[in-house]
């Protein structure tokens, strides 16, 4: 059985599985598409969506810091 993208990506992180899976979902929820669906565009468009709310989060927490 051919594994889809989305478990591909999910083994590869080499994090819980679990976690990733679970956040993963939410991701794809949001950008209107699922496990079977998932194409490697959308995937990016979620991956960059989601390094960019990472970076907003970090430069944030940076910000109380230094306040």
Known sequence: MDKGLAQ???EATGLPQRAVDGEL???MTAHGTNAD???IE???E???DYL????????SQEEIKSA
């Open 37 to 39: 669906e998932l194409t």
């Open 42 to 44: 959308q995937l990016r």
């Open 52 to 59: 960019n709310q990472v970076f907003l989060e970090i430069a």
């Open 8 to 10: 591909t990506v999910i």
């Open 25 to 27: 979902q939410k991701l």
């Open 46 to 48: 979620i991956m960059a």
